[in-house]
């Protein structure tokens, strides 16, 4: 099912990570995304069929359907475990006791660019964090401090925030990085600092953004630097440049490093076709795992070795329950002529093939796409 070879085995981590799904919230600040409650209670049933440990079910504070959408979720009997999001403020803290909401996030800038834009004193923010940590802890809420923007805090006020908010009652913590700024090896060194300062105890998440293409890249080295929980959404939708897209983490922590999750890999391609039907976007067609494309194959050169899945694909298309075809277009080759004639039963004697082959580039160059099993069928029988 996978075909990496021998190389990437120095670097394996075994292991298991936990998976915890942030769609119905971060996702949905995807520009233009609005779900209702019922849109929402049915991609968490999707994220609870893809065997997600934790879905974050929302922001009750937000909006009313907001807050609609953390009860219908929460009330669902989902074997995931349901958690909420709430800023260190009384009222959201509050709200999430009113819908009974076991487990949540809480969040706070820390970096002093966020504290000067919001006129903050790091004093009152720390105060902030403790005092919402204490009344999480005083009314039974699981919760995790997540401190916003923490790849940018200043590495002094950054250790005491954690350090703090810990003592006071987070039960876990999460390393956030919210503009996507972090290269991997700055996540791995702060993320390893951050398991040293609060010990093995205290799990420690990881919070990605994907404004420089690099969101997968620093899950995957957080994980390393002993993140024992990875963030982020499917399709990876977000706002900006989105989020990390836990699919394409759950593929490489798994093919790459030897780290398992629990994630049905098998599922993915139609949870994310339905949630993109839901949110009202498209994907680029060659995105990994998901991609339309992805195990397609027009050229010629990679169609004489079609029969042969290791030579061209580095995953069977089984493990995410995808389609392998032939397509025929300008750069396909005989064989592709050979193996669509054999898909769609036409009988094409072989000493015809090359004059089909250039039939078919020169319709394919003339639309500028790809030809139909109608088109080739049509010329197969001129």
Do not use: C
């Not at 025929?328 to 080759?333: A, H, P």
């Amino acid at each position: 099912m996978i075909w990496t070879g021998r190389l990437n085995d120095p670097y394996r981590l075994d292991g298991k990570v936990g998976l915890y799904d942030t769609t119905l919230r971060d996702g949905e600040q995807t520009v233009g995304v609005v779900l209702d409650p019922e849109q929402k209670l049915e991609i968490a049933r999707l994220l609870d069929g893809l065997r997600i440990d934790r879905i974050e079910a929302g922001f009750p504070r937000v909006s009313q359907d907001d807050w609609d959408a953390v009860r219908l979720i929460s009330d669902a009997g989902l074997s995931a475990e349901i958690w909420g999001f709430s800023r260190a403020v009384p009222a959201d803290l509050e709200a999430l006791v009113e819908l009974g909401v076991p487990a949540s996030v809480i969040e706070s800038p820390i970096s002093d660019l966020k504290l000067e834009a919001l006129g903050v004193s790091r004093e009152k923010m720390l105060d902030r964090i403790t005092g919402a940590m204490r009344f999480a802890a005083e009314h039974g809420i699981h919760s995790a401090f997540f401190g916003v923007d923490s790849t940018r805090a200043q590495p002094d006020f950054y250790e005491q925030v954690y350090k703090s908010a810990v003592e006071a009652g987070a039960k876990e913590v999460a390393v956030v990085d919210t503009l996507g700024i972090a290269s991997p090896e700055a996540v791995a060194e702060l993320v390893g600092r951050t398991v040293e300062w609060i010990g093995p105890d205290v799990p420690v998440h990881f919070h990605g953004h994907n404004d420089f293409g690099l969101a997968t890249a620093s899950a995957v080295a957080a994980v390393r630097a002993g993140a024992s929980w990875v963030h982020g959404t499917i399709n990876g939708m977000g706002e900006r440049a989105g989020n990390a897209n836990l699919a394409e983490v759950a593929l490489a922590l798994g093919a790459l490093y030897g780290v398992e999750s629990n994630l049905r890999l098998d599922r993915v391609r139609e949870v994310s076709e339905r949630v993109r039907e839901l949110s009202g976007y498209e994907l680029e067609p060659w995105k990994p795992v998901t991609g339309e494309t992805l195990f397609r194959r027009e050229s010629g050169a990679v169609a004489s070795q079609f029969h042969d899945p290791p030579s061209i694909e580095p995953y069977s298309s089984d493990l995410v329950a995808a389609e392998r075809r032939i397509v025929l277009g300008k750069k396909s080759g005989l064989d592709s002529i050979r193996i669509k004639a054999e898909e769609l039963g036409l009988d094409v004697a072989e000493e015809r093939r090359a004059e089909l082959l250039a039939q078919v580039k020169a319709l394919g160059a003339g639309k500028r796409g790809l030809v139909t099993d109608e088109e080739f069928r049509e010329l197969a029988g001129s």
